[in-house]
């Protein structure tokens, strides 16, 4: 099993608690779904499924307060009606009528170093999901994917030259679209200046990450006790309990 470590930052992040309806507020620390979520932006196939192992906290928890501009409709799906042309009710929203001001309780100046492996699922054991388009960062990729002889050693080799050249399929963001954040590879995370916070604290129940295996339309949150020992959370769902 080949793990591979990232450092990823950013000015603001905001992973939201579920147990809150209306207001906006983050736990402590990232989500290792968050974290699953920057490798996926980085290289996701069918053909592998990430695993995040442990996530070490760099910069000292911070928090920001802040009011802002949110939709409170949701945009529904066009009715065969209007799909044909026919004359009805719009399907736009207008942020005139449908904007509220919703207060957050966001992190700011994060930076984390997050660990994770894929595990590789052959194509006969492969479940069918959602059809997804093929876009590749060049042409060496397109002439890979078109290979018949799929392994973890290729999509190994796929990913290291994606991270070290800064290329992913949408800009990683941390928890939420507008808090964007960079990222590099850690090839020898034992020999980085920064190490994590000299803090150790109970996070309580965090979200783990979404079972898509039980069933892809409807999955059910999975959820475990988050424990940062001098700031190190584990999260290896081998060594866990994970809860559904």
């Not at 802040?66 to 009715?79: C, H, L, Q």
């Not at 050249?165 to 954040?181: D, I, M, N, S, V």
Request: hydrophobic fraction near 35%; glycine fraction near 4%; charge should be neutral.
């Amino acid at each position: 099993m080949r793990e591979w470590c990232l450092e990823v930052w950013g000015d603001y992040a905001c992973f939201t608690r579920p147990e809150m309806k209306v207001e906006r507020v983050s736990y402590d620390v990232i989500t290792p779904s968050a974290a699953r979520a920057i490798y996926e932006a980085i290289l996701w196939k069918p053909a592998i499924r990430w695993n995040i192992t442990r996530i070490e906290v760099l910069h000292p928890i911070k928090w920001i307060s802040v009011r802002r501009n949110e939709i409170k409709k949701i945009a529904s799906a066009p009715t065969a009606k209007q799909m044909s042309g026919e004359p009805g009710d719009s399907l736009d929203i207008r942020i005139e009528d449908e904007r509220t001001q919703r207060a957050g309780l966001l992190l700011k100046d994060v930076r984390y170093r997050i660990y994770g492996y894929f595990d590789f699922i052959p194509s006969a054991e492969r479940k069918e999901n959602r059809p997804t388009s093929e876009m590749w960062a060049d042409g060496q990729e397109s002439n890979e994917i078109a290979r018949t002889d799929e392994s973890a050693a290729k999509y190994a080799a796929m990913f290291e030259r994606r991270v070290r050249k800064g290329q992913c399929f949408h800009r990683p963001y941390l928890g939420c679209r507008e808090f964007a954040c960079y990222f590099r590879l850690v090839p020898n995370p034992n020999e980085e200046a920064i190490r994590p916070i000299d803090e150790t604290r109970d996070l309580g129940f965090m979200l783990y990450d979404m079972d898509f295996d039980s069933d892809v339309n409807n999955p059910t949150p999975l959820f475990f006790r988050a424990q940062m020992t001098k700031g190190i959370v584990n999260t290896n769902r081998k060594e866990i309990e994970v809860r559904g």
